[in-house]
């Protein structure tokens, strides 16, 4: 592509390239350092083109999706095995059954025996065997049964005992990891999902249940878990991008951040200290989630169209189209550094609902735009 950055018109995505590469060959090293086996989670890119180059650094051919948009999209790309992460019901399940007639390899999640009786039942209706994982809570942080539930041992029982299931493991997600105020929190947070997964798949296996999988992952967890004993792989999939809030963690430095929202300066509200451009929350998300981090970075931290954070300014607040630049502590802002129709871009607190806003990114080296990657978005 022979375009640079100024000509793209505004609010866009904009990768830089280099970045996601560096985050991507990072997490795959330090992983595979611990003698780990990744399953990257694709709901943060939702594009073939970035999986693509995350596959060619060497990660294993096997995703986790949040959508069946998402699996169909990227089995349609030849990704052939896929784990679909969010709780199954019967709804789905004719058109997890179609893809998996199409030859995909895909598993679901669940938590209760109710789901898991419905499953084989199904399976048998619809001529297929399903593969669930049971979900284990870790952290308290979302679903899943207690690794010491007995309820898990009757899913086991219920998905081995029937020709239309089969149970995969046991899988879990510290999503409480993101709460953690210090990397020793995390780190012993990522040892409490290890272990208490483990101790989930010891205890089907003591009643003579197969569990042949034991799933467990998050971005901060994969960043900074040690031991990886009895567990055959490891989610994340943030870290391609990294944002914010993993900043306010120390999971990345904001020079890490791959994804920013090109903007554009529409306005100066000079008797109120503030920059507005055409970045607004449609743009850039409703997501607030630095706000209980030490460091509030609004609704995004503020760089030059180079990508330089600009000191503290920061998007203070963010109507549909339109965004407020101000600087974090109500210091005077310095207009002439960004005259109208200057750029600049935002740096997301959250990657995953920032690049969601959006249905491609463009790819950038420096200041020239070398491929644009469309995004599957939706359910
Ligand atoms: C089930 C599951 N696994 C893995 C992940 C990846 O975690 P992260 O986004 O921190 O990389 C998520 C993210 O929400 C998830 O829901």
């Known amino acids: 592509m022979n375009t640079t950055i100024e000509t793209l018109p505004t609010p866009c995505l904009v990768l830089d390239e280099a970045k996601f590469q560096r985050n991507v060959t990072n997490m795959r090293t330090r992983i595979a350092q611990r003698g780990g086996t990744l399953r ?3 709901k943060t890119n939702k594009s073939i083109d970035a999986t693509r180059r995350i596959l060619d650094d060497g990660a294993p051919h096997r995703i986790m999706v949040s959508t069946l948009e998402e699996a169909r999209y990227f089995a349609a790309h030849g990704l052939g095995d896929i784990t679909y992460g969010v709780g199954i019901v019967d709804q789905k399940l004719e058109e997890v059954a179609r893809l998996i007639g199409a030859g995909v390899d895909l598993k679901v999640v669940l938590d209760s025996a109710h789901m898991a009786r419905k499953l084989g039942q199904r399976g048998r209706e619809l001529g297929v065997t399903f593969k669930a994982y049971a979900e ?4 308290g942080h979302r679903a899943g049964l207690q690794p010491q539930d007995a309820q898990l041992i009757e899913i086991g029982r219920i998905l081995a005992g029937d020709r239309g299931s089969q ?8 999503g409480g990891s993101y709460e953690c105020r210090s990397i020793s929190e995390i780190r012993a947070m990522a040892e409490q999902e290890r272990s208490r997964l483990v101790l989930a798949a010891e205890s089907l296996r003591a009643a003579g249940i197969e569990c042949p999988e034991t799933s467990l992952g998050s971005t901060p967890t994969a960043t900074f878990g040690e031991s990886l004993a009895g567990i055959t792989e490891v989610r994340a999939g943030v870290y391609v991008f990294q944002d914010l809030v993993m900043a306010g963690l120390e999971v990345c430095r904001i020079e890490d951040i791959a994804l920013s929202v090109l903007a554009t300066v529409i306005g100066h509200q000079t008797t109120r200290n503030g920059i507005i451009t055409d970045g607004g929350w449609m743009a850039l998300s409703r997501d607030r989630g630095t706000a209980q981090q030490a460091v509030d970075q609004g609704y995004g931290l503020v760089c030059d169209v180079d990508g330089r954070a600009c000191g503290d300014l920061i998007v ?4 549909q189209e339109h965004g407020i ?11 002439a550094r960004f005259p109208l129709g200057s750029q600049l871009r935002v740096l997301p607190n959250h990657a995953c609902a920032t690049a969601a806003q959006h249905d491609r990114y463009h790819v950038v080296e420096g200041r020239e735009v070398k491929a644009v990657w469309p995004r599957s978005n939706y359910w």
């Open 40 to 42: 990257v989670h694709v």
């Open 136 to 139: 284990i809570d870790t952290d």
């Open 167 to 174: 149970l995969a493991g046991v899988i879990t997600h510290a």
């Open 316 to 319: 203070t607040s963010a109507n």
């Open 325 to 335: 630049v101000a600087e974090r502590q109500g210091r005077a802002v310095d207009f």
